[in-house]
């Protein structure tokens, strides 16, 4: 089966653009696996178009007469400006100055998913917007690694503690999602967008890093015991790691293994967010920071998910 990507490259090369008449960006952005490039034969069972995002200048109409179908698929062209566009989903205005609370507010996903896809011609500045938007901010993201390894660190032990009792089911549960918070991790170090949870692991396992971690990540899912679990979390937590000493994105981090209050459960723990948090100049980003670092929007998206919500989050972000 082709790309969805390309078949939405032609149908705009050969029959959008040639009478659109005016200045205009096009491309495909937005929902959908064919613009992440995960698209495959089942992805054609629905929502399956010859799909163009068509972008035009504030005051301009444009109508452009396509057939209502291409190379056997619907045939489908949305007409936005730019700036109403990111207002709709993303709640953010591209004539406007990006915060590191904007960053904050932004759900990971719905960034890669305007990141991704490509952009087909560009009269009105849209690949301007997406390189805008491309990753975080130096700090934004240290604040982010924070968060993240301060979700993994206090968590580790209690694989070992909820295994203690007996309940390995519980053990199980912590340990997956420490996967989770790992894999969350590598995707920071690599400054990459993770996508939502139906590709997380797809797009993780095409990370650099994705082919040497991963089978460490499927030690801990697959342990049987508490102690198995807590060895496999052990070496991949050591490996994740190894890999931003690796990348010197700070001082080298010394890892060592704590027994805390001497309890029998082994920790592998490097102070990462000390050596990040050392590193931000921004002072918003340092006074958020310097609260508890809870990290960004998709901690609590579930509960605000439509992008005229932001406005509501700004001011927790801000929050003194």
């Known amino acids: 089966m082709g790309s969805g990507l390309e078949l939405c490259r032609r149908f705009y090369s050969e029959v959008v653009g040639p009478v659109v008449g005016v200045p205009h960006s096009a491309g495909l952005l937005g929902r959908g696996s064919e613009v992440l490039g995960f698209d495959d034969e089942m992805s054609t069972d629905h929502n399956c178009e010859a799909r163009v995002l068509l972008f035009v200048e504030d005051g301009v109409e444009v109508r452009p007469e396509v ?49 991704a896809g490509g952009v087909f011609h560009d009269d009105v500045g849209l690949q301007a917007v997406r390189d805008r938007l491309a990753y975080y901010p130096d700090d934004v993201w240290r604040y982010l690694m924070i968060s993240a390894w301060w979700r993994v660190h206090p968590e580790m032990n209690l694989v070992g503690r909820v295994g203690y ?43 650099s890093c994705g082919p040497a971690i991963g089978p460490l990540l499927r030690d801990v899912l697959r342990a049987e015991t508490w102690q198995e679990r807590e060895r496999a979390l052990s070496a991949a937590y050591r490996a994740v ?61 579930n509960l605000l998910w439509k992008a005229r919500d932001r406005r509501h989050l700004l001011g927790l972000v801000d929050s003194r």
């Open 67 to 115: 057939p209502g179908a291409f190379e056997g698929r619907p045939a489908l062209v949305e007409v936005h400006t730019l700036r109403d566009y990111f207002l709709d989903q993303l709640g953010f205005d591209v004539d406007g100055t990006l915060t590191p609370e904007d960053w904050l507010t932004f759900p990971e996903s719905i960034l890669r998913q305007h990141t």
């Open 165 to 207: 009792v007996g309940d390995e089911l519980g053990s199980t549960l912590v340990g997956a999602q420490l996967v989770q918070d790992l894999m969350q991790l590598c995707f920071l170090l690599e400054r990459t967008y993770a996508p939502y949870s139906k590709w997380f692991g797809t797009a993780f396992a095409r990370l």
């Open 241 to 301: 790691g190894e890999l931003h000493n690796r990348l010197a994105i700070t001082a080298p981090v010394e890892l060592g293994v704590e027994r805390m209050w001497d309890r029998p459960f082994e920790v592998v723990w490097g102070d990462f967010p000390g050596a990040l948090s050392a590193a931000i100049q921004d002072p918003k980003v340092r006074r958020i920071a310097d609260r508890w670092p809870v990290g960004g929007i998709d901690r609590v998206r």
